[in-house]
């Protein structure tokens, strides 16, 4: 148990087997119909990478990640693309986005530092920006392999969000169960 899970070789290594079979293609198909191809976007929490090559196809995405471990290898497996080494919190940037999207990233935050993430990815994003993230479904929060799972709602999420952002869609899905999962997407107001 450690909260470097995602920090060291030994639990990266670890990840990228046990999340192998694991994409967010039918979130990605979400995004589709409401950002352009050819559209700028971030990609908070790449990790491996899975979803930042599907990404790619059609954005111009800048992937990034606040573990040095993952941003080492992602670099080494993409030479020509470009990476952020970001806090999903702080999000220090001065570049600009179309959209911003992560997957199964900011259910590590508590629901304070998920506000101040909002009010960044706000700064971060063009006019009209689209966000689209992932959550686990649920109630509460827990730790898992040392890790913090902040559970959400449809409600918690247009609580969370709905100041902000114009909520475009918020909806289950299944990741290993029936309906284990929300996708959000947003406007920025
Ligand atoms: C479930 S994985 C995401 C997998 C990714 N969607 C893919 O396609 O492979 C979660 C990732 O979020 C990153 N992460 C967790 N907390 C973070 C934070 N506060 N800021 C930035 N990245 C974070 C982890 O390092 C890990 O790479």
């Known amino acids: 148990m450690s909260e470097h899970y995602y920090k060291t070789k030994a639990s990266v290594e670890e990840y990228i087997k046990l999340a192998k079979d694991v994409n967010g ?49 992602l670099m080494q497996n993409n030479p020509k693309a470009e990476f952020l080494n970001l806090d999903a919190i702080t999000l220090e940037t001065d570049k600009k986005f179309d959209g911003i999207y992560s997957n199964k990233v900011l259910q590590h935050l508590t629901n304070e530092d998920l506000k101040r993430s909002i009010l960044r990815q706000v700064d971060v994003l063009h006019d009209n920006g689209i966000i689209c993230h992932s959550f686990w479904k649920g109630e509460g929060d827990e730790i898992f392999k040392g890790l913090l799972v902040n559970y959400q709602t449809n409600e918690s999420l247009r609580l969370l969000f709905g100041n902000y952002f114009e909520i475009l869609l918020i909806e289950a899905y299944n990741e290993f169960e029936d309906g284990d999962s929300l996708v959000l997407i947003g406007k920025k107001k």
């Open 25 to 73: 293609s039918q979130l990605i198909a979400k995004l589709n119909n409401y950002l352009l191809p050819g559209a700028s976007l971030l990609e908070i929490g790449s990790g491996p990478g899975t979803d930042f090559q599907i990404l790619r196809q059609d954005y111009s995405v800048v992937g990034s990640d606040y573990s040095t471990e993952f941003l080492k290898r």
